[in-house]
């Protein structure tokens, strides 16, 4: 089968596995797991953070993010599709007692303009405004892409109102791998952010949460509660190293490969629209919603596994277990499908 329901199907290579095999471990509760801080102190310097925390998931992260930045009852701003209230099972109300303000915005992305209106007055009738949280790339915007201009002016905004900017950044990589912003100079802009290494990255496990000496040490206690102090992590956290400085460079591999997907599921007649494929993600509109099951069904029969993205979207995700020759056959299943 070849898989496109998301990035995160990789399984590690055997050069991966050699590596955490090897890996050092220790106690990582007692912070003495020497592979987990060498992975939280790499990608800490990477981006030009003070501190890093490695956590089991992308929504972990997130969460634990939340939990650290907002006070009950207080208000968290972000897009209606992001991750962070439509897939983490309702986790902003239930870990953090915070309420939510959902915005539109252009393919998962807000802009200065929709936040300067939804943040709340001073008045005792609101909840307080208390995070502005973004996500890049965004995932229901079909792997779309932040103009890093417009994230300099939110950030400074939010800045000038003492508000945190979190970025849940499971598709990071991805994203600088388009606009070529240095790392450093992009994390600059925001108070936390949550990596995963288990996306495109192609580890099989974990996430990383950025921020502050002082934000990452309130982080590592919310973990804790959480129930996400692991012991020998080293052995985990490896594969997130290996990942970090062998499949980075190639992630626009992906992308291109995405590209060619995307232009040959444009030809179709049963297609009516094609996201901009910007980085490793396609998603697509047919022409009769009703026709979707049909379609991932004859997919499937070709050996190709796609997924259902609402109505009448499916999505495919271009990964690094995905080779050229997976892309011809695709193309060639593609042009094959049938529909009256
Ligand atoms: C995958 C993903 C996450 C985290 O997911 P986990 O499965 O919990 O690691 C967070 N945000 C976005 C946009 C994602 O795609």
Not at 164 to 191: C, Q, S, T
Not at 202 to 223: D, E, M, N, Y
Request: glycine share 8%; proline share 3%.
């Amino acid at each position: 089968m070849i898989d496109y329901r998301s990035d995160t199907v990789t399984k590690p290579t055997k050069e991966m596995l050699d590596f955490m095999f090897k890996a050092p471990v220790g106690d990582d509760v007692f912070q003495e797991d020497p592979t987990v801080n060498e992975l939280q102190q790499y990608v800490a310097a990477y981006f030009a953070k003070e501190d890093a925390l490695f956590c089991s998931s992308g929504t972990q992260t997130n969460q634990i993010a939340i939990n650290v930045h907002v006070k009950p009852g207080g208000e968290v701003i972000c897009h209606e599709e992001s991750h962070i209230y439509k897939y983490e099972g309702g986790g902003i109300a239930k870990n953090s007692g915070a309420s939510v303000r959902l915005l539109p915005g252009n393919r998962g992305r807000l802009t200065l303009e929709s936040i300067q209106k939804a943040v709340n007055a001073d008045d005792i009738h609101f909840p307080v405004t208390q995070l502005i949280s973004l996500e890049d790339t965004a995932n229901r915007g079909g792997g779309a892409v932040y103009d890093f201009n417009e994230i300099i002016k939110i950030s400074t905004f939010c800045k000038e109102k003492g508000l945190p900017l979190h970025l849940d950044g499971a598709r990071l990589m991805n994203a600088l791998a388009v606009n070529k912003v240095d790392p450093k100079v992009y994390a600059a802009e925001f108070d936390s952010i949550s990596l995963c290494l288990s996306k495109g990255l192609g580890a099989p496990v974990g996430s990383l949460l950025l921020g502050t000496k002082q934000f990452i040490h309130k982080a590592r206690r919310v973990r804790k509660v959480m129930g996400g102090g692991m012991r020998q992590a080293g052995i985990i956290a490896a594969g997130g190293l290996y990942a970090m400085k062998n499949n980075v460079d190639r992630l626009q591999l992906d992308h291109q490969r995405a590209v060619i997907l995307g232009e040959n599921l444009q030809q179709q007649t049963w297609v009516s629209e094609v996201f901009p494929v910007e980085t490793n993600i396609v998603v697509f509109c047919l022409k009769k919603e009703k026709q979707k099951e049909n379609v991932i069904q004859q997919f499937k029969d070709q050996g190709i596994l796609v997924s259902s993205f609402g109505d009448g979207m499916i999505r495919l995700v271009v990964h690094l277990d995905i080779t050229d020759e997976d892309i011809i056959q695709t193309s060639n299943v593609i042009q094959s499908i049938l529909l009256n």
